[in-house]
């Protein structure tokens, strides 16, 4: 693999929490020390970052191949300055057995330019009747075990599961959501839903289903990341949870972050994702939790949908939104509105999630991959859905102005997207 060295970039370092004009050198597909005898380019003064490693994007394969595959997704990601994908195991069948996941695996090695890992079911068919073979689907490689929203509502079934994934060190992944206050929910309770005749959940459901999971977090001592939170009213929880010490992680999806409730407007189903959109005061204290490093992880939660699922009244559509385009001009919304540093965004979308689920990456170290990222954050642009490269084309920024264009990724040091 040829060396290579990158010149007159903001390194923007998540580790050091810093932003400086410098070089950096790949060798090998590693970060290097910097070395000017190796061909150069010039980064032209742009902004140089880990690449992202996206949590919880959903890739519709075993399935739903027409919705998304390994390599539309691939494509997709690089486009988007995603190096590494974590993916879902709410597929058809679920990813419940070493032969489905070791069939995504190699799927993915066939056919996706970026670097992807699996999680695998908690429960078998996610039907959260009977625990999956933990142990050897972490032997399989799943990173994580997750039923994804079939939240599991038998706790002595939850707790046998907790507690063997905690004799194994494996990570649980939890959906923080009562599932009986939010059954048939399309909006959050308030005045926008009530005037619209949405059917809507509290976001008081949300903060039973983690202090619930919380509680069996504390009773079985398994390590714990919660995919999405976002109501204010979940916070104080997770709060005293790291406080006691507990090995809790929380997460927040892209769009709970940058859109809210009255963004679903006249009904438009492409704003329907799971949970709803919250008010404009829960996203705010969103992007306050992640300042405050309370909540760890921004993810896209790519949901891929086919246009006859989305093309429904508001109350049929399917929930869920593709993200992993839009999911760094998105995150440089709060850059540019000066809530979040450029470190802070690259912690929460880099280094954070690389070190909670044990993946390379994440960070400009040496020796660390040459996971990388270039871009500039001031370009403006106007979202097209149909340029995007997801096989669905289901998001919520169609037409909306957006600012900050990928202009190359890399993946070991190879280039696999450039603008």
Known sequence: ??????????LIDPENQTVNIGNITVKDGLIAVDDASVPTIDGKNKYLAPGIVDVGAKVCEPGERHKESFRSAGVAAAAGGVTTLVTRPDTQPAIDSPETLEFASRRALAACIVNTYQMAALTKGRLGREMTEISFLQDAGAVAFTDCDAVVTDTKVLSRALTYASQLGALVIGHPQDPGLSKGAAATSGKFASLRAIPAVSTMAERLGIERDLAMVEMTNVKYHADQISSELSLPALAQAKQKGLDVTAGVSIHHLTLNEFDVADYRSFFKVKPPLRSEADRQAMVAALASGLIDIISSMHTPQDEESKRLPYEQAASGAVALETLLPAALRLYHAEQLSLPQLFSALSLNPAKRFGLPGGTLAEGAPADLLL??????????????????????????????IVLATFVAGQKVYER
Not at 380 to 397: A, C, G, I, Q, Y
């Open 1 to 10: 693999m040829k060396a290579f060295r990158i010149s007159n970039v903001h």
């Open 375 to 404: 871009f500039d954050p001031d370009v403006p642009f106007v979202l097209d859905r149909f340029k995007l490269n997801s096989k669905s084309k289901n998001t919520p920024f169609d037409g909306q102005k957006m600012q900050g």
